[in-house]
């Protein structure tokens, strides 16, 4: 037997090695699934439900709900979605209107997903309309500027003002409840984009200190008129936050939501706004690019 033979007898081969360790791999996967969901779901998924409302599958494979008024006029098949949401991590809120808190509340004992909102709003939610109280607590409550660190540092969620109302109602005859003031959500994802969710707002000039402080991904952007900013004062807002793309929503719902995708693509165009505008249908999943 040669000295090299000699050298490598007793030893597996290289191809033997590698072999090993992406057994070793997918064995470690398994026995963990969080690590596994990582392994293999890379890319971040967003649905539109209308009006406000989206969910968000995170490339480790959270979910979250945002303004989750999933029985909104124009989704259709709000029962069986609803029936179908077995795991949800959070619910995000941004203000207390109906069409935003929407169906939180049903959500949040069902699936015993937290509540992620301001101070005020979460105690009003909490106190008006039934949310647990024990899926409110601080970890998943906030305010104004503050960032909170959520589900292991998969999610970091940043509240920024809105020009809105807040006030919560549980029936539409009965006096609002205070809810504090409205906010912009900034949703920075693990591996995935950063997302800011207006809410309901008008164009103010303080949007611009948002990209100050966060490379902003996506902008989910309300551009309906009559109760927020229509599409000019919408092409406004993402022109000072300088999103990479921007994605229209709160339109369409009602009569008197006017602004239109089509009006707004124009606006955009006067303004010469680099940022990629893509619409998304009531109902429609897309994935989301990485940050």
Known sequence: MSNAELMTAGKPSLLGQRTCASL????????????????????TQ??????????IVTPGGKVLLVDPWLTNPVFENAKDEIAGLNHVDLV???????DHVGDAVEIGKRTRAKLVATFDLSAAIVSALGYPSELADIETTGHMGGTLTLLRGDIAVTFVPAWHGSGVSKEETA???????PSGLIIALRH???????GDTDLFSDMALVSRFHKIDIMLVCIGDHFTMGPARAAEAVKLVNPREVIPMHYGT???LTGTPEAFERELKKRKIKAKLRGMKVGETITLPKS
């Open 254 to 256: 009602f009569p008197v």
């Open 175 to 181: 006096p609002a409840v205070y809810a504090g003031t």
């Open 92 to 98: 995000l809120v941004t203000h207390g209107h109906s």
């Open 192 to 198: 995935g984009p950063t997302i800011y969710h207006t």
């Open 24 to 43: 070793v791999i997918i064995v470690v996967a398994l026995a963990r699934p969080n690590l596994f969901g990582l392994l293999w779901s890379m890319e």
């Open 46 to 55: 967003l649905t539109w439900y209308g009006q406000s409302a989206f969910k």
